[in-house]
């Protein structure tokens, strides 16, 4: 389940991803699967080539994709992770106290 995030933050991303950005979206998250995860970055890009590459600079594999009928493909970071590749692309992790 997603919450803390806008509508006016999740239309920004999807205008970013339908322009073929690379387009980042952190927000609190609970899955009973992952339950010591409370955040999950979005990583979009409608063309599925360039988000291919963008994952490989960060060893993410493209099977690990969430590919989406609506276009809205992406990756999902989750933890270290998650906190290490926003650092490395120099997005400010938005839950810190």
């Not at 806008?6 to 387009?23: C, F, G, P, Q, Y």
């Not at 010591?36 to 291919?52: A, F, H, P, R």
């Amino acid at each position: 389940m997603a919450f803390g995030i806008t509508k006016k933050e999740l239309m920004e991303w999807k205008e970013k991803v339908d322009r073929n950005e690379i387009a980042f979206l952190t927000h609190l998250w609970s899955d009973v699967r992952f339950p010591e995860m409370k955040t999950v970055t979005k990583v979009g890009c409608k063309d599925l080539n360039k988000l291919i590459q963008w994952g490989k600079r960060y060893g993410l594999k493209r099977e690990w994709i969430h590919i989406r009928d609506d276009g809205y493909s992406h990756f999902d970071l989750l933890g270290k992770r998650e906190r290490e590749i926003l650092q490395q692309e120099g997005i400010p992790y938005p839950f810190d106290d």
